[in-house]
Every structure is written in C-alpha cells, then in structure tokens.
C-alpha cells in the first residue's frame, strides 16, 4: 500500500470521491464531528459529500435541531449529530481546562467566576431564549463580570465545554446561543478511557486511514493515550507500515487506482484538518498559501486526492463571484472540471455564477 492509497481511501471513507445517499445527520454520525467556526464552510463540507443538498437545507437542519453546532473536541466549534454531542463535549471538557489553566490564571478568571458566569448564562437563556453574544455580554456586565473580549470568549467556550450552552438559530446575520438543553437530549457519561477506544474507531470509519499522530491532533488527547487505545483495537481494524508511518484502517482495506478528479473544499474540510500530516496532500511549496496570519484558512481546490490552489466565492443578490487561484496551471480539461465544480457549488446556493466580462 502507497501514500496514494492512503488518500484514495480517505477520500472515499469521507465520501468526497463518491456520493452519500443518506440524510445529513447520517452523514455527520459517520465523520463524527467536522470542524465548524465558519458556518458557511461547514454547510458545504455536507453538501459537496450530498449531491442534491442545498445551502437552504443545511440552515433547517440546524433550526429543527437535527444537527447541533456546539464547542467540542480540541475546544474548537464542531457540528455534531445530537447523539454525539454531549459525550464529545464530556470527553473534550478536561483537555480544554487543562491547556487553558495557564491563559485562565492570566485572564483572572477562576472556578468561581466560571460558576458565576454559567449560572447567568443558564438564566439568561431559559424558556428557550436564544440570545447573541453582545446580549450574553450585557447579562454578565450587569452582574459585574469584566467581560474583556478575550474573557467573554472563555467564559463561553468554558458554558459550551460544561455543558450549558450551544449555538443556537441566526437572527439575521447574527448567531445566537441556546442551551444545550433545548437542543441535546440528556445522554448517558462515556469514561474518558472508553471514549477514547469510540473515538480511536470512528475516527478511522469516517477519516481514515489515520496515525496516532493524527488521533491526537484531532482530540487533543496525548499520543501515547491514542497509541493505546488503537492498540486495544487491533481485533477491530487493521494497521499497515508506509514510509516509516504506521496508518490503522478498516479491515479489508486494499490498493487501487490513484484518486483522479477537480473538487471545490471548504478550507476547514476534514480531508484537510482531520489529520496533523499534512504533507500527503500538500507540497511544502506551497503550505504557506495554507497558513494565513489571520487563522481563517482559504477555501481549497482539491485536484487527484491533493491541494492544487485556492478559491472564494463573493456571494452576490443574484449570482457568486468565484476566484481561483491555482498553484500551477491547469490544463484544459482541468479547467473543465474546475467549471464543473464551481456549477456543483452554486446550484447548493441556489445562486448562478457570476458572469465574465
């Protein structure tokens, strides 16, 4: 087995290379979690793996709650299937306060204001409130908590890890946060140790094949933990040597012809962020067109399983203005194949493409 194998699956396993013919709460169950803080991007991460799903019914299922958007694993904004989600908060919850302790101190924010902070949070978003951030920041303010940008941010990714809050529906341009309640069923606690084991097995069903490496890059877990718990799944999936690496996948796993074709990625797809290597699907030339000062990461034009450039679309009032930006130029049939994908993403908008010219 070669590295192209080892992306040829990945692509399949996340159902880039071949559609997914079930509901988008089935598509979410199986990837787990996707990395979510641009909303937008998320909503496309579903729709490139779900031809026939549109931008307009990403928004419903966040609205009838049958996908919910809360902070989770490695204290960043996930999507989740409302099964998922309190045990992958549970599981996150004492990486995040561990590696935040030291920024908390600096930050003057204790347990106590915490406690305090959640607490007004909890009230303030009774009766099924969904109120914005400013809205969050007044009800703190009132109640005498400095609410300094940088605290107000921990205060509530530290109300999303204990379980308080989630996001909730726009209103307008505006995102709000509702409480997990309102969202989440109660669900049974998960050991930290099996939890571990569940995610080691997901991880592979819906991204690999993977390292440990990459387990630990995704839960924010230490290696040595992910070494162990793809150990104690030997009897469940099978591991392979290449370059020096060693990749756990599902069994049965074989070689195949090299992954070929033009897909348009959100920047924070999975195929891209789901993994700490990076190196199989981007040349160290051009990692630096990946790494913007700003932390927001560029849309990406996917070409035969690896990065070939950069794109953005300027959503319009009646048509989106793409912009490619290609590390090297395509062909004409690559051209063909960009136009192909850039008709994909417009009709999930329900938007034609700008016209040239």
């Known amino acids: 087995m070669t590295t192209a194998d080892i992306l040829r699956l990945r692509l399949e396993q996340q159902f880039i290379t071949k559609p997914f013919t079930g509901k988008a709460p089935e598509l979410i169950w199986h990837l787990c979690a996707i990395q979510a803080q641009d909303y937008a991007a998320a909503k496309w991460a579903i729709g490139l793996r779900m031809p026939g799903f549109t931008d307009e019914m990403a928004d419903a299922a966040f609205t009838n709650k049958s996908l919910v958007r809360a902070y989770s694993i490695r204290g960043t904004i996930h999507v989740m299937h409302p099964e998922d989600a309190r045990w992958l908060i549970s599981f996150a919850r004492n990486r995040y306060i561990i590696t935040s302790a ?28 969904e109120l914005t951030r400013d809205e969050l920041k007044s009800l703190l303010e009132k109640k005498k908590i400095d609410c300094e940008s940088q605290r107000l941010n921990h205060m509530l990714y530290r109300a999303g890890m204990d379980e308080v809050l989630c996001f909730g529906k726009r209103r307008g341009k505006e995102f709000t946060y509702a409480l997990l309640d309102d969202y989440v069923p109660a669900g049974k606690s998960v050991p930290v140790k099996d939890a571990l084991y569940q995610l080691a097995l997901r991880f592979v069903t819906g991204h690999g094949p993977a ?6 890059w995704w839960t924010g877990y230490p290696i040595t933990a992910c070494k162990t718990a793809f150990l104690s799944l030997k009897g469940e999936l099978q591991n392979e040597t290449i370059d020096k690496q060693e990749y756990w996948m599902l069994p049965g796993a074989q ?39 700003n932390g927001l990461l560029p849309y990406i034009i996917l070409l035969n399983g690896k990065i070939a450039g950069t794109w953005r679309r300027n959503i319009k009032k009646n048509c989106v203005g793409m912009e490619y930006q290609p590390f090297k130029p395509l062909t004409a049939a690559q051209q063909k194949s960009l136009k192909d994908a850039e008709k994909k993403f417009c009709k999930f908008l329900g938007l034609p493409p700008e016209q040239a010219g």
Do not use: C, V, W
Request: aromatic share 8%; no cysteine.
């Open 211 to 216: 390292t440990a490496q990459d387990l630990s």
């Open 102 to 129: 030291s920024l908390h101190r600096k930050l003057e924010l204790d347990e106590k204001t915490f406690s305090k902070s959640n607490s007004i949070i909890r009230k303030g978003l009774a009766d099924g409130q």
């Open 255 to 293: 070689t195949g012809k090299p992954a070929t074709g033009l897909k348009l990625l959100s920047g924070f797809d999975e195929y891209y962020m789901g993994f700490k290597d990076k190196s199989l699907l981007l040349d160290k030339t051009f990692s630096k067109s990946m790494s913007p000062p």
